[in-house]
Nanobody, 127 residues
């Protein structure tokens, strides 16, 4: 039973940076897409960034462009989210997710596309 485990969350001041990591335990697990989603208190969970596991093509939410960078290390079974210039509005629980299938018409930002989710890691940005 493969699991996704997030790490790197914490509390920072506005303008600071954090680097999140998400690793999976099974060496034979072959995701097609890995993604980061976040949920702020009282709001719906939303797309932040995704990356194709093999090709490395990334997609970002408009709120993340220019500030967040998603990357991967296939040998370490790990995907990262580097977050710079953090703002109080970035405060949320950040979830790692994996898509295991591929087909035409899929959208990286569509949450039902993902088969496996981590437990989440809290990010708090204060003024």
């Amino acid at each position: 039973q493969v699991q996704l485990v997030e790490s790197g969350g914490g509390s920072v001041q506005a303008g600071g940076s954090l680097r999140l990591a998400c690793s999976f335990s099974e060496r034979t697990f072959r995701p097609t897409v890995m993604g980061w989603f976040r949920q702020a208190s009282g709001k719906e969970r939303e797309f932040a960034a995704t990356i194709m596991w093999n090709a490395g093509i990334a997609d970002y939410a408009s709120s993340a462009k220019g500030r967040f960078t998603i990357s991967k290390d296939n040998a370490k079974n790990t995907v990262y989210l580097q977050m710079n210039s953090l703002e109080p509005e970035d405060t949320a629980v950040y979830y790692c997710a994996a898509r295991t299938t591929y087909g035409s018409g899929w959208k990286p930002y569509r949450q039902p596309e993902y088969d496996l989710w981590g437990q989440g890691t809290q990010v708090t940005v204060s003024t």
